[in-house]
C-alpha cells in the first residue's frame, strides 16, 4: 500500500509543470534612472512561450518569451518628470519603485573615476550638502570573467548626503553640474 501511495505521489509531482519566474536583468532595479527621450527597452528571462507584460505611466506592453526563455519590450517614450513605478507581469509580478527618467552617462576610467566624494577636496562639506535625489549612481560590482556576462551585479542609490560619500567623484560632480544645468535626473 504504502508503495502504491509513494507511486502515486511520485507521478503527480511529475506531471506538475515545472515553470521559471519571470526575472528582469539586474540593470532594472529600484531607484534607476531610464534614458528619457527614446523607445525604452526592457529585458529579462521567463519560462520559455510565457506571455510577459512591462507596465509604466499608463501604457504597457507584451512580449513572449523565446526557446531559451529571453524578452524584450520597448516602452513608447515616458515623458514624465516624477519618480513613478514600472511593473512587470507573468507568471509573478515585479514592481519596481521611485524610477525615473532622465539622461543615463556612463563613468568609466581608472584611478580617477574611483576617488569618490568623500576624499575630494572639502569632502565633508560636499557629502552634507548632498541633497540631489534625482541624481542616481549605479555601481557595477567589479568582476573577471573569461566569457562574454549577460548580466552583472550592480545596485542603484539616490544621492544624499548617506550614500553620496562613496560615489566616484568625477561622476557626481559632472552628474551635480549637469541636473543643475538641464533640471532633470
Known amino acids: 500500500m504504502e508503495l502504491r501511495l509513494a507511486l502515486i505521489a511520485l507521478l503527480?509531482?511529475?506531471a506538475t509543470a515545472v515553470r521559471a519566474e519571470v526575472a528582469l536583468n539586474p540593470l532594472f532595479a529600484d531607484h534607476m534612472v531610464l534614458q528619457r527621450g527614446i523607445a525604452v527597452p526592457i529585458w529579462g528571462t521567463a519560462a520559455p512561450?510565457?506571455?510577459?507584460?512591462?507596465?509604466?505611466?499608463?501604457?504597457?506592453?507584451?512580449?513572449?518569451?523565446?526557446?531559451?526563455?529571453?524578452?524584450?519590450?520597448?516602452?513608447?517614450?515616458?515623458?514624465?518628470t516624477e519618480p513613478f513605478a514600472l511593473t512587470v507581469t507573468g507568471g509573478n509580478e515585479i514592481?519596481?519603485?521611485?524610477?525615473?527618467?532622465?539622461?543615463?552617462?556612463?563613468?568609466?576610467?581608472?584611478?580617477?573615476?574611483?576617488?569618490?566624494v568623500?576624499?575630494?577636496?572639502?569632502?565633508?562639506?560636499?557629502?552634507?550638502?548632498?541633497e540631489y535625489p534625482m541624481i542616481r549612481l549605479c555601481q557595477v560590482t567589479?568582476?573577471?570573467?573569461?566569457?562574454?556576462?549577460?548580466?552583472?551585479?550592480?545596485?542603484?542609490?539616490?544621492?544624499?548626503?548617506?550614500?553620496?560619500?562613496?560615489?566616484?567623484?568625477v561622476g557626481y560632480f559632472f552628474g551635480r553640474e549637469l541636473h543643475q544645468e538641464l533640471g532633470v535626473p
Open 12 to 14: 503527480l509531482l511529475s
Open 49 to 80: 512561450d510565457e506571455e510577459v507584460t512591462v507596465s509604466a505611466c499608463g501604457q504597457a506592453k507584451t512580449a513572449t518569451a523565446d526557446a531559451e526563455g529571453k524578452w524584450m519590450v520597448r516602452l513608447e517614450p515616458i515623458d514624465e
Open 95 to 116: 514592481v519596481l519603485q521611485n524610477v525615473v527618467m532622465g539622461d543615463v552617462w556612463l563613468c568609466s576610467g581608472q584611478s580617477n573615476m574611483v576617488w569618490t
Open 118 to 130: 568623500g576624499n575630494s577636496v572639502n569632502g565633508a562639506e560636499e557629502v552634507a550638502a548632498a
Open 142 to 169: 567589479r568582476v573577471t570573467a573569461t566569457e562574454p556576462q549577460d548580466a552583472v551585479k550592480l545596485t542603484w542609490s539616490v544621492c544624499s548626503p548617506q550614500t553620496v560619500g562613496g560615489f566616484s567623484g
